[in-house]
């Protein structure tokens, strides 16, 4: 894996609106990116072609198209979704963010 492709498409990723994504999703391109992979390692097997891999993380449906329910709650909650994407022609991927609850900080009462 080239570190300068990694580099490069880390510095794409970045937060994402949903008026933004409309287009895409008509278009059928968005492409959604399970939590625990890494929307760059999934960019950079894309733009290398790597068929063997996406295959498996699609079988996995760790890579997958967002369900209605998905672009619903997306549409919803609008701009203060927590949503990140990075283009990768011709496709979209966007992925989840998940806050961690002030449960899971670690403090203890």
Not at 67 to 84: H, I
Not at 85 to 95: F, K, N, T
Request: proline residues 6%; negative net charge.
């Amino acid at each position: 894996m080239s570190q300068a492709l990694r580099q490069e498409l880390a510095n794409m990723v970045g937060p994402t609106q949903w008026d933004w994504l409309k287009p895409h999703i008509a278009r059928d391109v968005v492409v959604l990116v399970d939590p625990q992979l890494d929307i760059i390692e999934v960019g950079v097997a894309l733009t290398n072609d790597n068929v063997q891999l996406v295959q498996r993380w699609i079988g996995e449906q760790l890579v997958t198209k967002p369900s209605k329910k998905q672009l619903q709650t997306w549409g919803v909650v609008g701009p203060s979704n927590q949503l990140r994407s990075l283009i990768v022609q011709p496709y979209v991927l966007v992925q989840e963010i998940y806050q961690a609850s002030d449960s899971d900080n670690g403090l203890s009462t």
